[in-house]
C-alpha cells in the first residue's frame, strides 16, 4: 500500500511562495488503478514527482509498504515505472531497441533478460517492425508505444503517469486504454493523471480529486456516484471545487 | 553504468550531424584557413607587387632615374594621384619638383611630395618604402656633392650603426604569428567541439522531458553526470587533439610558417605539455559548458548564454599586447590566459616547469571546484526539471 501522511510541498517563485501540495493524506491499495483528477497547476505532477522520488516533502511522508521511500530510494525507482507526457522521455536518435535496451541496463538488467523482454515487449505492443529504426521518424503513436514499453522493461509493481494521453488522437488513446486494462489483470498498481474524465470512468477504481494542492476526494469512484446521486463524473468534479469540499 | 551512460551519451552525439561537422569539419577548415593565410602573410612581405604612381607630365630623365632606384616597382604616370590611390589603382603616389634637375644643379632643394592613404595598410608600407628610398638618393647626392667641393664625404658619417639580429627576422616572425595563431585557434575550437554536446546533455535533455526519465531510475545522479561530462570533455579533448594534429601535418606544407618553429629548443617537450594544457583546458570548459547548459531550458537558450562566452576566449590576447614579455609565473594560475602565455613563453625559451606544472594545477583545481557546483546544480530539482 502506498501512503501520503500530511505531505506537503512549497515552491519559491522568484519572491512568490506557491504551495504545490498542502499536507494532504491518501492511501492507494495494492493492485488498484488510480485516476488523479485536477486543474492545471492543481498539484498533481507534484504528487507524481514525490511519489517517484525525484522531488522531496518539504513536511509528512510517503510510505510504500510502510517503508519512507526516501530511505532506499534506489530500491523504490527500481519498482516503479513513470511515464510523464504521451511519447517523451526517448532519444531521437537511438533506435526503439536502443532506447528500451538503454533504460533497461540503467535498471541493472542483464543481456539475457533485456532481449527477452525487448522480444516481449515489441510482440505485445505489435512494435517489431520499427523496432530497429530511428525514433525520430516515428508518429506520435508509435512513440507513445515505445515510451509505455520502456516504462515496463524493468516489470515494475508501481505505475505512474502524467497525462499519458494528452496531445493524442483517439486510436493512440484507445492503445493506451487497453495497455491499462492488461496492466490492471497482472496485478499492478498504477496512478495516472488526465483531464480525461471518461477515461477515469473506464479504468480506474480508485479516485483522487485535487485542488489548489488539496484533496477534494479520496476513494472508490462507486463510493462517490453513490454519495452524490450522479454518475457524472465530470458535473462531480466541478461541483466538488466550486463547493471547496475539502477531503478530511 | 557509468560505462553505460558514457557509450549510450556517445552514440547518440555521433549520430548528430552537427556534432559531427564541429567535431571535424569546423578544425580542418580552421586550422588550414588560418595557417596558410598566416603563411602567406609571411611571404607578401616583398616590394614586388607595389605600384608607384607618379603625375603624368614628368620628363623622362626622371622616370629613368626612379626605374633605377625602384627595379622591383611599377611605374605608371597618372592625372590624379589621390584619386588613383583612393580607387586603389596605385599603392602611393610622387610629386616631383618639374624643375627638378635645374634646383639639384643649382644645390636648391627639390620638392617632393609622397602622397599615400594612411588607412590602407599596403599604402602606408609603400610610403615607407619610397620614403627610405629617397634618403638613400638623397645620402649619395650630398656624397657627390662633397666629393666635388674638395671634403672628404667620410665627415658626414658620425655613426656607424650595424643592426645585428639575434635571430632570423623571418623565423622571428613566422614564431609570432604563431603564438597568436595557436592559442587562440585552438581553445575555440574545442570550445565549438564540445558545444553540441553540452548543450543536448542538458538543456536539450530538458527540453525533450528525457531528463526525468533518466532520473527515476535508480542510478546515483552523480554517475549520470560524471558520464556526461565524460562525454563533453572527451569530445573537447578530441577537437583539440585533432587541431594539433591537422596544424602539424598542415604547417609541413608551408612555406614560412614552419620556420616558427626553429626557435623552439626541444619541440617534442612542447608538443607533450600541449597535449596536457589542450586535456586540461577541455575538461575545464565542458565544466564550464556543462553548467551554463544546466541553467538553460532549451538548446537554443543555452546557445544564447554560451556564444558570449566563447567571445572571451581571445580577450586574454588583447592583455598580452600590454603585458611585460618577461616569464610572470604566478599569471599562469589564471586559466586561459596561461595558454596564450605557455605558448609564448615557449617559443621564447622562458618556459620553466614551475609555470608549466601552475598551469595544470590551476585547471585541476577549477575542474574539481566546477564539478562540486555542478554536482550541487544536478541535485536542484527546480534546475533539471523546470518550473
Known sequence: ?248 | MFRTILMKELKDVLRDRRSITLLILIPILLMSGLTFFYDRLLSDTDSNDYVIGIDADVDNHLLQELEVLLPEVKIEQEENLSEQIEDKQVHAGLRIDANWQEKMESLTPVAVEILYDPSSQESSAAYIMLASVFSEWESLIVENRLIAANIDAELTNVFQVQETAIKDEDHALASFLLTVLIPVLIPIAIANGSYPSATELFAGEKEKQTIEALLITPVKPCKVLLAKWTTIALLGIFTGLFCLLIFAIELQFTANLKMGFAGIEHPWGFVGMSMVLITLFAVFISAVEMIFSMLANSVKEAGYYLTPLFGLLVLPLLFMFFMSESLITWLYAIPVLNLFLFVRDTFSEQITLGAFGLAASSYVLMIMLLFLIANKMFHQHRLMLGK
Do not use: W
Request: net charge neutral; proline share 1%; charged share 30%.
Open chain 1, 1 to 248: 500500500m502506498i501512503e501520503f501522511k500530511n505531505v506537503s510541498k512549497q515552491f519559491r517563485d522568484k519572491k512568490r511562495i506557491i504551495k504545490a501540495i498542502d499536507f494532504i493524506s491518501l492511501s492507494i491499495q495494492k493492485g488498484h488503478v488510480v485516476g488523479l483528477i485536477g486543474e492545471n497547476g492543481a498539484g498533481k505532477t507534484t504528487l507524481l514527482r514525490m511519489l517517484c522520488t525525484l522531488i522531496e516533502p518539504d513536511e509528512g511522508q510517503i510510505t510504500i509498504q510502510g517503508e519512507d521511500i526516501f530511505a532506499n530510494r534506489e530500491q523504490v525507482r527500481a519498482s516503479m515505472g513513470v511515464l510523464f507526457g504521451a511519447e517523451t522521455g526517448l532519444y531521437n536518435r537511438l533506435t526503439a531497441r536502443e532506447n528500451l535496451a538503454y533504460f533497461a541496463s540503467l535498471y541493472s538488467m542483464s543481456k539475457h533478460d533485456i532481449k527477452n523482454r525487448i522480444d516481449m515487449l515489441a510482440k505485445r505492443f505489435g512494435m517489431r517492425k520499427y523496432l530497429d529504426r530511428k525514433v525520430e521518424g516515428f508518429s506520435k503513436g508509435m512513440k507513445q508505444k515505445v515510451a509505455i514499453a520502456r516504462t515496463l522493461i524493468h516489470d515494475p509493481d508501481i505505475l505512474l503517469f502524467d497525462e499519458p494521453t494528452t496531445g493524442l488522437d483517439i486510436t493512440s488513446s484507445n492503445v493506451f486504454r487497453e495497455f491499462i486494462y492488461q496492466l490492471k489483470e497482472e496485478g499492478k498498481t498504477i496512478m495516472f493523471s488526465t483531464h480525461m474524465m471518461d477515461e477515469v470512468e473506464q479504468l480506474c477504481d480508485d479516485v483522487v480529486m485535487i485542488h489548489k494542492g488539496q484533496i477534494v476526494y479520496q476513494g472508490e469512484l462507486e463510493t462517490l456516484y453513490d454519495q452524490e446521486g450522479s454518475r457524472d463524473l465530470n458535473y462531480l468534479f466541478t461541483s466538488k471545487i466550486v463547493r471547496g469540499d475539502l477531503y478530511v
